[in-house]
């Protein structure tokens, strides 16, 4: 897996880069959800590294990532044709 410069480890789903940031890696006045959380960001375009400011999901307990991809899966399921 690729690390970011905080050391946070993050895979890219097409213009998509999902980044797992430990809540140890944070600065106590940015650990808003004291937890882990998955970070959702997308590349400002194709030519640069840049990242648009994105979503965070709390990752309180291992369920949390279960409920998103059961969601992405309704998502699939109700629009696929």
């Not at 946070?8 to 882990?36: C, H, L």
């Not at 997308?42 to 030519?47: E, F, L, P, S």
């Not at 998103?68 to 309704?74: F, K, N, Q, V, Y």
């Amino acid at each position: 897996m690729q690390k970011d410069s905080s050391d946070n480890i993050y895979e890219n789903v097409g213009n998509i880069r999902i980044t797992y940031k430990q809540q140890s890696n944070r600065d106590a006045e940015k650990d808003w959800a004291e937890t882990d959380v998955l970070s959702f960001r997308a590349y400002k375009n194709a030519d640069t590294d840049s990242l648009h400011m994105g979503a965070e999901l709390t990752l309180k307990n291992k369920e949390t990532i279960l409920e998103l991809i059961e969601a992405l899966c309704r998502l699939y399921r109700t629009t696929e044709k």
